[in-house]
């Protein structure tokens, strides 16, 4: 029996009658993070990983029906066997294991390998069947040691403050602009966020994660001489805006997996991309699938023809998902395969 099928409302678990990460409302949700392509509004119930709770309450609101479940503990529905361990995506983020009649399937939602200090940390889980995301499924994305991108995010930093000019980074403001905070050398001066990111920060400080102090940078005046010291974090949606020309002359930059194409950093038009990804490279995707030890992976949004076929060529039962994942963090800038 397929324990887990696609169904207009998103992925379902036809034993368990309960759907993970619904992109239409349905009775029972399984959510494995709280980015917008997978987490709605409008379920009846929602179940989560504990860490996760803070972070879902605060963007689909606190009235939403939600149960936690702690990493690794154990929940029945329908004589299925449910639990949720950390994917190293984002706060909260999780793989769902599903077990019915030995039956063992895992799917892992979004993924990273390397750990980085705001979630907990990627947990290999073993498995018949495992889904995988494929969002940078080429050989040629390989990330490299997150300590080295800090560093040259810290040494643009400093220049740009040398210079008198402020450092305004675009990064998503769920995940990443906590990612970066965290990783940052917050010493070389103040630290100004959008206001799209403060509140998503007290949700990761409340939940025990070490970030820097920060400020609003709508609330400092224009001219302050901060500005001109500051690394201001802000989304995407920010750039080319009228709210930035309270920083006067500054220095801008992208942070993202897709700044390792050179198409990518000049569609953006930023003086510096840094090319940082809560997403697993082409090596972290296929060590998690060979970790899983899984016999048949199903392959979802991403390049998703691409290691279909590189799985099929090794020997696993390789097929392809159909889902509407994508449309926030980094995959909101993929290009066409």
């Known amino acids: 029996m397929e324990l887990i099928v696609a169904r207009p409302e998103g992925l379902y678990c036809p034993p368990g009658d309960f759907y993970i990460d619904p992109w239409r409302p349905v009775d029972r949700a399984v959510i494995t993070h709280a980015h917008g392509d997978h987490a709605h509004r409008g379920n ?10 803070g972070i879902l309450r605060a963007r689909l609101g606190e009235d939403i029906d939600l149960q936690t479940l702690p990493y690794g503990a154990r929940l029945e529905h329908h004589g299925v066997t449910l639990s949720l361990h950390p994917a190293g995506h984002v706060l909260g983020s999780a793989q769902v294991r599903l077990e019915y009649h030995g039956e063992v399937w895992v799917a892992s939602g979004d993924y990273k390998i390397e750990a ?8 290999p889980v073993r498995c018949h069947t495992f889904i995988s995301e494929s969002t940078f499924g080429l050989p040629i994305y390989r990330w490299q040691a997150q300590a080295r991108l800090f560093a040259d995010i810290d040494a643009w930093w400093r220049a740009n403050a040398a210079a008198g000019r402020a450092s ?62 500051a690394l201001v974090l802000a989304p995407p949606s920010a750039a080319g805006s009228t709210w930035l020309r309270r920083f006067g002359d500054y220095s801008d930059g992208f942070a993202s997996g897709w700044m390792l194409l050179r198409g990518a950093r000049r569609r953006r038009g930023v003086d510096r991309g840094f090319v940082l990804s809560d997403h697993a490279d082409w090596p972290g995707l296929l060590w998690a699938i060979e970790q899983s030890g899984a016999e048949r992976v199903m392959v979802t949004h991403g390049q998703v023809n691409v290691l279909v076929r590189y799985l099929g060529e090794r020997g696993l ?9 994508g449309e926030e963090d980094d995959t909101l800038e993929a290009p066409a395969p």
């Open 317 to 325: 039962d390789a097929r392809a998902f159909q889902t509407e994942y």
């Open 116 to 123: 980085d200090g705001t979630c907990e940390p990627f947990e």
């Open 168 to 229: 305004v980074l675009f990064a998503y403001a769920f995940g990443k602009a906590q990612r970066i905070l965290h990783g940052i050398d917050a010493s070389i001066g103040p630290l100004l966020v959008h206001g799209a990111v403060e509140p998503l920060n007290r949700v990761y400080r409340d939940a025990g994660i070490h970030l820097p102090g920060t400020l609003s940078a709508t609330a400092t005046a224009r001219g302050d001489p901060l500005l001109r010291q």
């Open 44 to 53: 009846r119930h929602y179940l989560t990983a504990a860490p996760g709770a």
